[in-house]
């Protein structure tokens, strides 16, 4: 059973507007969180993260939001740009799992000029 | 800039071949890791390393095995490969909690 779940396995947005990418997650002691991002032909890079004692981490144009009570994250991007378009992974780990990751299934996001 | 490098970027191999998957990286991290990317399933954690010679089975570790001989490099071996090991690798290597390096990948195809 997978404990981080992303639902939307694509999303089309028009640049300009805002893209907003979910992530649900089952397992409780989970309490840090990160987003990455990953174009065709090359690996994830590290985009943004957020600690279980914040609920929202801002970086530019990206904005993790975390809400503890409903297990759920989500990645807002405004505005949205053409280059933004690539496939987004949420991942969760626990301080009592060393340094464990545990990924979701991905949401492959498109902007469209 | 941390670099993480991967040997192939694309594999082709037949059923039952030993295959090798090669990884450096040259930050000095204690922490590597072999995972294994599918659609839909995203990373799915093979084996990860904390140190030299040491390794530890990770979500999906049937049908492979790791070598890590010295801090730098992380190898990935394919004992006897089959179809459903068809995928995209991905090395990565990490300092701290949660922070990894990828690689850029290797697309293993396996007829």
């Known amino acids: 059973d997978q404990q981080v779940k992303q639902n939307s396995p694509s999303l089309s947005v028009q640049e300009g507007r805002i893209s907003i990418l979910n992530c649900d997650y089952t397992?409780?002691?989970?309490?840090?969180f990160l987003w990455y991002k990953k174009y065709p032909a090359e690996g994830p890079t590290f985009l943004i993260s957020?600690?279980?004692?914040?609920d929202k981490n801002e970086d530019g144009r990206f904005t993790v939001f975390l809400n503890k009570s409903a297990k759920h994250l989500s990645l807002h991007i405004v505005p949205s740009q053409p280059g933004d378009s690539a496939v987004y992974f949420c991942?969760?780990?626990?301080?009592?799992?060393?340094?464990?990751?545990?990924f979701g299934g991905g949401t492959r996001l498109m902007v469209k000029p | 800039d941390v670099k993480v490098t991967q040997s192939s970027r694309y594999l082709v191999k037949r059923t039952g071949e030993k295959v090798f998957l090669e990884c450096v990286q040259d930050?000095?991290?204690?922490?590597m890791f072999w995972y294994r990317q599918d659609p839909g399933l995203g990373l799915r954690l093979i084996y990860f390393?904390?140190?030299?010679?040491?390794?530890e089975k990770g979500d999906i570790p049937e049908g492979y095995s790791v070598s890590r001989e010295k801090k730098e490099r992380f190898s990935l071996i394919l004992e006897s490969a089959s179809t459903n090991q068809t995928s995209m690798y991905l090395c990565?290597?990490?300092?701290?909690?949660?922070?990894?390096?990828f690689g850029s990948g290797t697309q293993l195809s396996v007829l």
């Open positions: 990565a290597s990490s300092p701290t909690r949660g922070t990894r390096f």
């Open positions: 397992n409780s002691m989970f309490d840090y």
């Open positions: 957020i600690s279980s004692i914040k």
């Open positions: 991942a969760a780990s626990a301080t009592n799992a060393g340094n464990m990751l545990t």
């Open positions: 930050m000095d991290h204690e922490n």
């Open positions: 390393s904390y140190d030299v010679k040491m390794k």
